[in-house]
């Protein structure tokens, strides 16, 4: 009764559904051991499955025996080995999966899984980029800003506006929709994996996603991003009649994708990795599946993906359930990245677990500010998708600096770097630090030093004052921010502007911006500028450049 039951609501959600979204149900599955066993409810695509055949059978042959069951093959997957499959009408996935396992020649066989943009709500805010000083971006752009060879941030998510002030300059190649409907059902053959567009945004993720990578830098307007002059390139995973603008349902459709669609925008990662227009490929995927293991075609795809000295490095959001890392962070390969905020506490809703202890990092993921679609800018971006771009656009730092690195190697640089930020009372001392924290924080001054010295000997940290944007060009900038470093903070603290030759200029007092004018409120003149910071602690200067 409960089957036929189960069977009936299905038939009237596919029913209702208009055709062309993706439909989704829930199954039980067994959660690995590395997240604390048992079972867990996860959404996979309603009518769907992925099998991995014999090798010696050809395509005939499979269709044939598929055909027998009532099944049709939708798409080969290369590199991985994997068919996508439809089930007959109205089977559920458990079912089919069940009689998909006795298909003659098939080997395997797996749920095609359903993933969400990761987003968490968030209440209204606009705070400044703190993101951007946690993480000590300005000293690592007096090493790098992107420029020095090409790197190209392929953003795998909802879509970028491309007509967005900050990020239509960065755009470069051909935006990229892979489709994730149902449209490959009737058993007509294999469909195109990813078709050319125009940048099209199913929802304001990836919009948000692509302004904290690499949104254009010191030019007097919107944002800045981590990378200032890697290039972009969208991958829309996402169809645009499913999603509201915030993301959520549209209707009956559900704005959600699946594994074959995520398998082949790596596949396009892997394809542009290394052309003369991208340069090397960093990808993005702030999306997840909670309590999923890493599914073994998105593994296979990974694998073909990193494979090269100069493979794509892949990062990937933790997940936002507060739980265990989500597929396919908790894939081989990728770079896993957690939540903080601006305290530097691990976020209550970042997913944790051994993929990150062993292969992660955490970065800022609350309140971001970023670009927003409709040429706007948003305060409220919040979760560990916005956590993974920042890494994204220090992992097109590094390559820039250093375009040989392996993404091994650029792993390496980021966890080498990073820094100890304290999580033990979120533990309670039961498991490793790591498992929320990763190997910590990006330090994206930290992590650029130590590709281009090769070490972080002798090191003296975060301990030197910043003027940010250097130089100030008054006609495209407000103001310069003085960043005060770690080791120089204390009370009482006083900030001075001299001339060159040591004559004062302005007294800040404890303010830590300059308009550019003198104690007379007249603009100085275009020239260099002594800032002497002093506080309990200590003293230094800086210099900046002021262009009027």
């Known amino acids: 009764m409960m089957n036929l039951n189960r069977l009936s609501v299905l038939a009237l959600v596919l029913a209702a559904a208009p055709a062309g979204a993706i439909q989704v149900e829930k199954i039980r599955v067994l959660r690995p051991m590395s997240a604390g066993g048992g079972s867990a409810e996860v959404e996979v695509v309603a009518g769907q499955a992925l099998a991995r055949f014999d090798p010696a059978l050809d395509r005939a042959a499979r269709e044939a025996a598929l055909s027998a069951r009532g099944m049709s093959l939708m798409q080969e997957l290369p590199p991985t080995g994997w068919t996508q499959v439809a089930l007959p009408a109205a089977m559920p996935v458990e079912g089919g999966l069940l009689q998909l396992r006795t298909v003659p020649g098939v080997l395997e066989a797996e749920p095609n899984h359903a993933y969400r943009a990761s987003r968490i709500p968030n209440d209204p805010s606009y705070p400044n980029q703190y993101h951007l000083g946690k993480v000590n971006a300005p000293a690592a752009w007096e090493y790098e800003t992107g420029a020095s060879s090409r790197v190209t941030v392929a953003v795998a998510d909802a879509g970028i506006e491309g007509t967005h002030p900050d990020l239509t300059g960065k755009m470069v190649g051909n935006s990229q929709f892979c489709d994730p409907g149902p449209t490959k059902t009737t058993g007509g053959g294999d469909e195109t994996a990813c078709a050319t567009e125009a940048p099209t945004t199913a929802c304001n993720h990836g919009t948000r996603v692509a302004g904290v990578a690499a949104a254009s830098s010191n030019n007097g307007t919107g944002v800045s991003g981590v990378s200032w002059d890697a290039k972009l390139v969208s991958i829309r995973i996402f169809r645009s009649g499913d999603c509201t603008t915030s993301c959520g349902n549209s209707g009956f459709n559900s704005c959600a994708t699946d594994d074959p669609t995520i398998i082949n925008a790596i596949n ?57 890392v989500s597929a396919p962070a ?38 971001i500010v970023t670009t927003d679609v409709g040429g706007g800018v948003t305060g409220s971006a919040t979760g560990t998708s916005f956590s993974a771009p920042l890494v994204s656009g220090l992992a097109a730092l590094l390559i820039s600096a250093k375009p040989t690195l392996s993404p091994t190697q650029v792993r ?42 090769g070490t972080l000997a002798g090191f003296a940290g975060d301990e030197k004052v910043i003027a940010f944007p250097n130089p100030f060009r008054t006609s495209e900038s407000g103001s310069v921010t003085i960043t005060i470093p770690p080791g120089l903070a204390g009370k009482n603290p006083k900030v001075k502007i001299y001339t060159i030759d040591g004559q ?45």
């Open 268 to 324: 396009y990662a892997r394809g542009i990795n290394n052309n003369p227009t991208y340069g090397r490929v960093v990808l993005n995927m702030s999306i997840g599946e909670e309590a999923t293991a890493c599914p073994t075609p998105i593994q296979n795809a990974i694998n073909a993906a990193v494979a090269s000295s100069t493979g794509v490095v892949i990062v990937v959001s933790a997940g936002n359930a507060g739980g265990t």
């Open 504 to 548: 004062l200029v302005r007294d800040l007092k404890a303010q830590t911006t300059w308009d550019a004018k003198n104690d007379h409120g007249r603009f100085v003149a275009t020239g260099v500028y002594l800032v002497l910071v002093k506080t309990d602690s200590g003293s230094q200067t800086a210099r900046v450049a002021v262009i009027r």
């Open 412 to 453: 390496d640089a980021l966890r080498g770097s990073a820094e100890g930020i304290g999580v033990a009372s979120l533990e309670g001392g039961a498991v490793p630090n790591g498992n929320s924290a990763g190997a910590g924080r990006v330090n994206a001054f930290r992590a650029v030093k130590l590709v281009v010295e």
């Open 330 to 367: 908790n894939c081989v390969g990728v770079i896993p990245v957690g939540a903080t905020d601006s305290g530097d506490n691990i976020a209550s809703f970042s997913n944790t677990g051994p993929e990150l202890a062993s292969f992660g990092v955490v970065a800022p993921g609350v309140s």
